[in-house]
Nanobody, 115 residues
Framework: QVQLVESGGGLVQPGGSLRLSCAASGSIVSYNVMTWYRQAPGKQRDWVAL???????NYAGSVRGRFTISRDIAKNTVYLQMNSLKPEDTADYYC?????????WGQGTQVTVSS
């Protein structure tokens, strides 16, 4: 059973930074893709950034240039470094993993950007 545990959320002022972590059970290189999603209150869940098992990355247009996804294979952890945060980045952030046709979600971590 794959388990994903997010951490690192919190309250930050506009312009600030946070780093989210997603600790996975098992080797993350066995996952086809790991993705960060976010869901703001009353809105649908949207993807934010992804990293493939080959290390390729991609970003949603709203965060490109501000967010960076990375991984530490030895720690089975994927990170989301979020810089220049804006109030519209406020959301619950979720880690997602896909292995073949199977999908797994973490429980989410809350990020609030407010002065």
């Amino acid at each position: 059973q794959v388990q994903l545990v997010e951490s690192g959320g919190g309250l930050v002022q506009p312009g600030g930074s946070l780093r989210l972590s997603c600790a996975a059970s098992g080797s993350i290189v066995s996952y086809n893709v790991m993705t960060w999603y976010r869901q703001a209150p009353g809105k649908q869940r949207d993807w934010v950034a992804l990293i493939t098992n080959g290390g390729n990355t991609n970003y949603a247009g709203s965060v490109r240039g501000r967010f960076t996804i990375s991984r530490d294979i030895a720690k089975n952890t994927v990170y989301l470094q979020m810089n220049s945060l804006k109030p519209e980045d406020t959301a619950d952030y979720y880690c997602h993993a896909r292995i073949g046709s199977r999908e797994y979600w973490g429980q989410g971590t809350q990020v609030t950007v407010s002065s």
